[in-house]
């Protein structure tokens, strides 16, 4: 069993940055599919980014590029969500998610569909104001 837990929401202020954290316990993130979704009131969970096991390749949603950047540190067992330049459009729960069954799938297209993925934090609140 794998246990997700998020951090780091919060408010911000349009332009402004926040960082995620989703710590991982029960086994190790190197063996795991990654990925971050969000949701917002009223809409269904949309993908925002994913990471390949070593590290080396992410990909994010066309509205989220060149502002979130998703890192890991498998020695801490932990994955990351820098988002810059946020929008009011950003505003979501944001959740991590992980999968046991990425190997030898189709990158990044088979990442980017939630139904894959087995495991999910409890969410954190990402709220942007003007």
């Known amino acids: 069993q794998v246990q997700l837990v998020e951090s780091g929401g919060g408010m911000a202020q349009t332009g402004g940055s926040l960082r995620l954290s989703c710590a991982a316990s029960?086994?190790?993130?190197?063996?795991?599919?990654l990925g971050w979704f969000r949701q917002a009131p009223g809409r269904e969970r949309e993908f925002v980014s994913t990471?390949?096991?070593?590290?080396?390749?992410?990909h994010g949603a066309d509205s989220v590029k060149g502002r979130f950047t998703m890192s890991r540190d498998n020695a801490k067992n932990t994955v990351y969500l820098q988002m810059s330049s946020l929008r009011s459009e950003d505003t979501a729960v944001y959740y991590c998610a992980a999968t046991k069954d990425a190997y030898g799938r189709s990158w990044p297209t088979w990442y980017i569909d939630p139904s894959h993925y087995t495991y999910w934090g409890q969410g954190t609140q990402v709220t942007v104001s003007t």
């Open positions: 029960g086994r190790s993130l190197s063996r795991l599919g």
């Open positions: 990471i390949t096991g070593s590290g080396m390749s992410t």
